[in-house]
């Protein structure tokens, strides 16, 4: 159902393979269950109110933001793929399997009942993930801001992957290890971590606020390193 003229008033519960739908205005999804990929666009906003599953994600708010005023989100395989011209708000019980990447937010809020892989995203605002698992930053991301946990795992980076934090604050807190050694991150602001053994480099200076490692803190700076005023930094080794 993707006519450009869609005007769907109500939530939308919908069973099928392959679940393509489009709305002139904002779109609410239900209970929607697509055993292939789920396209939906909304020109305003796009609210995911009901049970979700889904093989794959195409989300897209195209002059509002994407919601999650109930329910879960499973997506089984993915990747998930969200765009929208506000904040992205997906905050409830969900469970992304495979890549979540977003081309496009302002302030986006992600959380995973498992593990959460990110891929591509670009944020004009915060980006606040959470994984009860291990959390992945496998592509190019660029924010504003960044809160990331991974509450009983790990933080990690993947190959080729890169960190771009405009301003800051970056808060980092993991279960475990705390792995973001790409040469080519970029940390503007105080970068504060809580974890076991925590690696982070920068391409240039870098600022640590609070520290707390339980295992050994590893810092590579292209630049200077510094410590910002009032804050404390402890470690089991440097």
Do not use: M, R, Y
């Amino acid at each position: 159902l993707d006519g450009a003229n869609n005007d769907f008033g109500s939530p939308v519960n919908a069973t099928g393979k392959a679940i393509t739908l489009n709305d002139k205005n904002a779109l609410t999804l239900g209970d929607v269950a697509a055993s292939g990929k789920l396209d939906a666009t909304a020109s305003n906003d796009l609210d995911l109110s009901g049970s979700i599953s889904a093989d794959s994600a195409d989300l897209t708010a195209t002059n509002g933001a994407i919601t999650q005023s109930g329910g879960t989100l499973t997506v089984v395989n993915g990747p998930t793929n969200l765009e929208a011209d506000g904040a992205i708000t997906l905050d409830q019980d969900n469970d992304f399997n495979g890549t979540v990447n977003v081309l496009n937010g302002t302030d986006i809020t992600l959380n995973d009942t498992n593990a959460l892989t990110l891929g591509d995203i670009t944020a004009s605002g915060k980006l606040d993930a959470t994984a009860a698992t291990d959390l992945n930053l496998d592509g190019t991301l660029a924010v504003d801001e960044l809160e990331a946990t991974a509450a009983s795992g790990a933080i990690t980076q993947g190959d080729g992957g890169t960190l771009t934090v405009a301003t800051g604050p970056t808060t980092l807190t993991a279960g475990t290890d705390i792995t973001l050694d790409a040469a080519t991150n970029d940390f503007n602001g105080t970068v504060n971590a809580e974890g076991q053994g925590i690696t982070l480099a920068d391409t240039n200076d870098l600022t640590l606020g609070d520290i707390a490692a339980g295992g050994t803190l590893t810092v590579d700076a292209g630049g200077s390193v510094d410590q910002a005023a009032g804050s404390s930094v402890t470690a089991d080794g440097v």
